[in-house]
């Protein structure tokens, strides 16, 4: 298995891909279609994957998507880095750069495929009306996913900051910042969820909720969607080459009016939005 281009980039022209598609024709022999292996999270990345793969639309492109799920956002890009898997549809642009700095991965971009916004749950409270000075929060603890997550918090009254750049080491003891001295839990994305019984509010990323059975109308505040940079992309290694024309035609498929129908049909809450 081989490799690709690298940086956060936005994938080859549209001509090209449309090209590629008409090229393929409307039907495929077996010999036509390329097997892609696709790391994804269960939702809702793995099940709009499925949908392409089930409804017949990846096999019009030549394409055969075989799923593998991961529950966490530490190995998939692992998988992807080790060649054990084609492309990763799982992340955000903001993560990607934060772990491809800090990892020193060489790995592509596709554009913006759709957006999860985070959101804030409790069980101990029904608004932040009722929320404690000193109270206990549940935060993810990537830094990408955290400024997001800091920001959430300050937008609805909690915390004094701007941007999405700050992390929880720089401002929990900080009062000007923190003037109500909320007390923040660190942990792994899918520990998010079950902290709820023993934390005031966790800030909680849409998959994860998803995966719980949350919806935004159960939330205290969700994130705007307006502007908002936290897209999630395919992604590949920057040196593919055996495989990069079929990663380009899914990339294609995944910004198609069929997926863009199912993503709005299957999520009428928002819970995720199309990005193109």
């Not at 080790?82 to 903001?94: C, E, L, R």
């Not at 957006?115 to 549940?138: H, Y």
Request: glycine share 8%; proline share 5%; hydrophobic share 40%.
């Amino acid at each position: 298995m081989k490799k690709f281009f690298t940086r956060i980039v936005v994938v080859a022209g549209a001509g090209f891909l449309a090209a590629t598609l008409s090229a393929c024709g409307g039907t495929n022999t077996a010999s036509d279609v390329t097997e892609l292996t696709v790391g994804a999270s269960p939702v809702p990345h793995a099940k709009i994957l499925r949908h392409l793969e089930d409804s017949g639309e990846a096999k019009k492109t030549g394409l055969k998507i075989t799923v593998k799920e991961f529950t966490d956002y530490v190995q998939p890009n692992e998988a992807l880095a080790g060649g054990d898997i084609d492309a990763n549809y799982f992340q955000t642009v903001p993560y990607l750069k934060d772990q491809s700095a800090s990892r020193g991965y060489k790995f592509v971009a596709g554009e913006g495929v759709h957006l999860e916004p985070l959101a804030v749950f409790s069980q101990k409270i029904k608004s932040f009306d009722e929320l404690k000075d000193g109270a206990t929060i549940t935060i993810i603890n990537d830094p990408a996913n955290q400024g997001r997550a800091l920001a959430l918090l300050a937008a609805n009254g909690l915390l004094e900051l701007e941007g999405t750049d700050a992390s929880v080491v720089e401002i929990k003891d900080d009062p000007k910042v923190n003037p109500r001295g909320f007390k923040f839990h660190e942990v792994e994305g899918p520990a998010l969820v079950t902290s709820l019984p023993d934390v005031d509010i966790a800030v909680i990323n849409g998959n994860f909720y998803q995966s719980a059975g949350l919806k935004p109308s159960d939330a205290l505040a969700i994130e705007s969607p307006e502007g908002n940079p936290a897209v999630n992309v395919l992604v590949w290694r920057e040196d593919e080459k055996d495989k990069l024309d079929a990663i380009k035609k899914l990339d294609e498929l995944l910004h198609s009016d069929v997926t863009k129908k199912y993503i709005e049909e299957t999520w009428p809450g928002k819970e995720v939005i199309p990005s193109f």
